[in-house]
Nanobody, 116 residues
Framework: QVQLVESGGGLVQPGGSLRLSCAASGSIFSTMGWYRQAPGKQRELVASVSSGGSTNYADSVKGRFTISRDDKNTMNLQMNSLKPEDTASYYC?????????????WGQGTQVTVSS
């Protein structure tokens, strides 16, 4: 059974840092990514990393966030210089293949609150 488990969210002051982690299990995953959703807004891509290590970032987080994969099934998001507008629920996302089809899996989410 495929499972994605996020950790590392919390409350931080503006300018602070947090590190999110996602532990994936149950399959071999290709592209993995972090999405976020703030109240009243659509879910948006924050950053993604392919199995080969290629990364992609939303313009709003470039230069502040760094996505990485420790191994094939563990992904991290280092968030520095956090801003109040980064407040959202952050979700781990990963693609895997099952019976020839690409399946997209989601974690339950972890809350990040940036406030003084």
């Amino acid at each position: 059974q495929v499972q994605l488990v996020e950790s590392g969210g919390g409350l931080v002051q503006p300018g602070g840092s947090l590190r999110l982690s996602c532990a994936a299990s149950g399959s071999i995953f290709s592209t993995m990514g972090w999405y976020r959703q703030a109240p009243g807004k659509q879910r948006e891509l924050v950053a993604s990393v392919s199995s080969g290590g290629s990364t992609n970032y939303a313009d709003s987080v470039k230069g502040r966030f760094t996505i990485s994969r420790d191994d094939k099934n563990t992904m991290n998001l280092q968030m520095n210089s956090l801003k109040p507008e980064d407040t959202a629920s952050y979700y781990c996302n990963a693609d895997y293949v099952r019976n020839g089809f690409i399946i997209n899996a989601w974690g339950q989410g972890t809350q990040v609150t940036v406030s003084s």
